[in-house]
């Protein structure tokens, strides 16, 4: 295996978001080839070549993956422009809306920013996970990317890239190239024509996964919306630019017939309306797309569909956390669910998993309880996994869990939830700020005339001293309500008219004594 390579876009550092028009209009003045154009009069010397450029190599064949990221192509205004036949390349694959920013107002919500997006594409978890919520690139990534866990499966044993034009991108990688995850990364610092020549150089060499990442439609939108026709001219070229990188695949295809090819095409969040990137979790900010050249499971994700308009659409669609199980699936990597830690699933699958995990803590804080979406029908039991134990099976259409069996310290727990349904492993991390349930002392109860439990219906006192129901014989016995015993409590209902408590022996108001809970 080759060593590691860096290299970066100018001589004088990444570009910063102040430099944004020069960036735009040197990527827009640049030919987006892998050999034309003049990146050194508009941003600096080019990066240094990460490989040596040379035909098709005779490799061994099997699973390989081209990722590839456009900041600030919406769903919207993709789909718009392939209607129009103006991104002929897109047009090719699979384009289906997606989800990013997580579940507002539950542990999952992140930012729609750059940094932790591109975080949740790279690592198939939410910032309660990767950690990465601003920027600023202070934060080092808390998840294993996508590369690590390819490098530990060993698949790829080949080389891995990534190419690179976002200034959040960097401080993300850096890490996973000094681990040696990540072979080459190269900072275009903006130049997208730069990405396009470095990732054609990587797929030529036989690297087996591959990241391209373009930053031009962002940039023009920011200055100009989606209106001025800056915009639309950075969308084609950077079709023009995936053209480009899909030829190169299919020349290796033809080469070598037993490389299999994964096509990935995302972005990182959508801007508003305006074309402005900004952290309010709206639908518009939190709608994503993803392309690609195979076949999706109709029941996650439909080709072609319209974008969402309410937080319940969006929750219904594929999310940027389900990519890293994608190509993981993709490339023969199976997952433990003893050990998952991904927030996503494969969405090639021919049977789905559950989708939109969800967890809200008991009213007496002792409880978590978790609620999900199943898209398919399931051909056997859900398994509860709580940090990699099975905890309970449920039948196939259960969609709610409730887990109280805790016993540990009032304090602030985090649970690493996998819910497993039809072999397909979706892992959620929980968070409780626990208080330990107080329990009645056995020394308090076994002085009591009577005890009433409340755990089930109808009432029976251990003691045997007392009956316990409804006034009028034969009518509704009233609900049953958690309690903050680890039990039960009758819920008190006005439209049942009375109870009534009748003793066996002696009235214990002549004779009295503690008296238990329900009577």
Known sequence: MAGKHAARGDGNGRARAGAALTALAAAMAATLSACGGDDTAASGPAPADTVTTAPAPAG????????AGIDGATYAQVQGAILRRELPNLAQLNVVPAATGGVPGTVTAQSTLGAPSWATVLTGTWVNRHGVDDDTGSTPLQAPTVFRHLRDAGKPVLQQGATI??????????AEQETGALDTLVDCAGVDSCVTQNALRQLQSGYGMVFAQY???AAAAEIGGFGGGAYARALVDTDKALGELLAAVATRRQAQPGEDWLVLVTTSHGPDATGTTTTAPTVENRTAFLATNKTLNAALARPGAAAPITAAELSALPTEADLVPTMLAHAGVATDPAASRLDGAPLQATAAGVRAIGASVGRYSDTITLSWQNPTE???TTRVLRDGVVVASLAPGSREFTDSAFDMPTGLYRFNYTLVRNDVPVSYLAQIHYVKPVTLAPTLRDGLATYFSMDSKPFADSKGGATLGPWVAGTDGGSLADDNFTGKSLRVDSNIDAYKLAHNGA???LS????????
């Open 60 to 67: 061994q064949g099997g699973p390989r993956v081209l990722l």
């Open 165 to 174: 034009s976002s200034p959040v991108l960097p401080a993300l990688l850096k």
């Open 215 to 217: 930053s031009a439609p």
């Open 378 to 380: 399931s051909f056997g």
């Open 507 to 509: 009235d214990i108001a």
């Open 512 to 519: 009295p004594r503690r008296c238990g809970r329900g009577c």
